[in-house]
């Protein structure tokens, strides 16, 4: 038996961009832990089907809730109705997320901005209006996926690197200001993992190389390392953590 301070059975989460990748292994894992599960992201057809592959074993713990985290009408009308139908929302995970690669001198207009709202916007807007309902009630915890790349960057990926720092430090400042109303904000910074979204890089021999010759662990991390991080900063386990990036990376930061 688990130690119960990482008792999180009963909890409503939300996690967003949860239709696949890390946001879907987040998002079992939580159901695994005995919450009930709200999935998001901005294309229906895709979330019912892990709704619906999810609900197989979970029955009616799980929820979708198709709504774009970018726009804030979207966002206001998508949680009041998660807290109308499913329940109040303990435990918020910001996962949406994209990638764009090309040269710095390339790199379009268009594509900043669209890395900025869906990296960074959208945790802004949906962590403002969830914690407007968690404050009342005095407790909440909201975990931003963050990334190695908040801290460190390697050439083509700068405006990803950009956001991903300034969520870094978004949860830092979300720290400050919803701490004092029983809310702990903390973030996850995955490593080089593998999944649906990288594995052309996984593929990359080369690459591929380069990632297990430079990280501690030997080898690409998967979906499943990053489960037991969400329970711990989801959990009463983590009520004096507060404003933190744990980084799920195999140890590759700490060494050159």
Known sequence: MSHPTFDIAGKTALVTGSSRGIGKALAAGLLEAGCTVVLNGRDGVALETTR???AALHGDRVHAAAFDATDPAAVAAGVAGIEEETGPIAILVNNTGAQHRSPLLEFTDED???LLDTNLTSAFLVGREVA???APRGHGKIVNICSLQSEVVRPGIAPYAATKGGLKMLTKGMCADLGPLGIQ???IGPGYFDTELTSALVADEEFSAWVRG?????RWGTVEDLVGALI???SPASDFVNGQVLYVDGGMLSVL
């Open 185 to 187: 904000v903390n973030g």
């Open 52 to 54: 619906a592959e999810f």
């Open 214 to 218: 430079r990280t501690p662990a030997g």
């Open 112 to 114: 900043w901005h669209r």
């Open 132 to 134: 407007r309902r968690m």
């Open 232 to 234: 711990f900063l989801s």
